[in-house]
């Protein structure tokens, strides 16, 4: 018992570091809550904490098991599903149980940025070599890749509304906004529908997939300079985006155009990264002049 005792107290410094955590230098109603749930866990004493303490190490060992070098290949599919599934399970029995307050198990903010703390110590210390590390994408990114997502499939479907494939693929990608739940376990939906003022599209969680995917492929081909005419193509024969194009349109019948629509949603997405990565390099590049 006594060798688990380091890692029960890494675990417990991690949690409050997460107060230093850039998000929460602006104060806002959000920041201020989830501060206040900190405090409140923080302050827990005798069974409380050493329930706590169990919680987080076994946060802190699934991460783990993710980053381990042979579940690299399928790092953002099990995060996703970790984030999406197994996190909202293990609080809500953790809820049941009345192990913590329930103001604490709700704030799923404060989860997600305690994962993200997890992720960047883990990452740090490991000794795989940089380049076998998968690149995590923070809560904020994903937020954005949900939001981008939406907007290029809208676009897309005014561009192809007489192609019935094409539109019947790309409402594949799409709840309808029927079927958007309320209670979603997840921080990038409930941003997304904070967001909303009636024009958004939203993306299912293997559409997000999808997204993620190839927001991974293109980060890296534009950080390696790679033409980007040829992202295009390399992307449509990665062997991951397929694995979830093919899973997204599973129930549609198979045909040769749909390669094509894959083609386009990737061309529409490196527009987008590739504008803004050169934003932020012109942006450094005055930063330094001045």
Not at 99 to 120: H, R, S, T, V
Not at 191 to 203: E, H, I, M, N, Q
């Amino acid at each position: 018992m006594a060798s688990r005792q380091p890692e029960e107290i890494n675990a417990l410094l991690i949690l409050d570091e997460v107060r230093t955590m850039e998000e929460f230098k602006v104060d806002t109603t959000v920041t201020k809550g989830v501060l206040s749930n900190i405090k409140m866990l923080m302050q827990l004493e005798g069974d409380d904490k050493k329930k706590l303490e169990s919680f987080l190490l076994g946060i802190k060992n699934k991460i783990k098991e993710l980053l381990l070098p042979t579940n690299f290949m399928k790092f953002h599919q099990n995060f996703h599903e970790f984030r999406s599934e197994i996190l909202p399970n293990m609080l809500s029995e953790l809820m049941d149980r009345q192990e913590i307050p329930n103001c604490c198990c709700d704030d799923y903010i404060l989860w997600q940025c305690y994962i993200e703390k997890i992720l960047e110590k883990e990452l740090a210390v490991s000794k795989v070599s940089i380049l076998a590390k998968p690149r995590v994408l923070t809560h904020v990114e994903q937020n954005a890749v949900r939001y981008v997502a939406g907007s290029v499939v809208r676009k897309l479907i005014t561009k192809y509304r007489h192609n019935t494939i094409f539109k019947e693929c790309l409402d594949a990608l799409l709840f309808q906004k029927s079927d958007v739940t309320v209670d979603s376990q997840d921080s990038s939906e409930d941003w997304l529908k904070a967001t909303d003022r009636g024009g958004l599209k939203y993306v299912t969680d293997l559409g997000f997939e999808l997204f993620v995917e190839v927001e991974i492929f293109t980060y890296q081909q534009l950080s390696n300079k790679e033409n980007v005419e040829e992202i295009h193509k390399l992307a449509c024969k990665n062997e991951d985006i397929l694995r979830v194009w093919s899973e997204c349109v599973i129930d549609i019948e198979e045909t040769e155009e749909m390669m094509q629509l894959l083609y386009d949603i990737v061309r529409e997405w490196v527009k987008i990264r590739g504008h803004s990565m050169a934003n932020y390099g012109i942006g450094r590049a005055q930063t330094k002049k001045m």
